[in-house]
């Protein structure tokens, strides 16, 4: 069985910074594709960074880039999402996906 469990979302003032993980299980997690999307209020859910393997690219939203740094460790099943100088508009609920699963998600909320 596939699972996906994200972790690591909270409150933050605008300018800080938080790290996602994602932990993974039920598949063969060195060769896929592992992607972050968030939904925000009354949005679509949009794309916001892949990562692939071998050979390892990455890739990011526009509103993003510079700011947001994906990552995994294949040896861990884990992707993660380092954000840095959050905005109120990276206000969302940030999700994991591998494949055709999703996780639960991790509301991330950037407010003074």
């Known amino acids: 069985q596939v699972q996906l469990v994200e972790s690591g979302g909270g409150l933050v003032q605008p300018g800080g910074s938080l790290r996602l993980s994602c932990a993974v299980s039920g598949f063969t997690f060195s060769i896929n594709t592992m992607s972050w999307y968030r939904q925000a209020p009354g949005k679509e859910r949009e794309l916001v960074a892949q990562?692939?393997?071998?050979?390892?690219?990455?890739n990011y939203a526009d509103s993003v880039k510079g700011r947001f740094t994906i990552s995994r460790d294949n040896a861990k099943n884990t992707v993660y999402l380092q954000m840095n100088s959050l905005k109120p508009e990276d206000t969302a609920v940030y999700y994991c996906k591998a494949l055709l699963h999703w996780g639960q998600g991790t509301q991330v909320t950037v407010s003074s």
């Open positions: 990562i692939t393997t071998n050979p390892r690219t990455t």
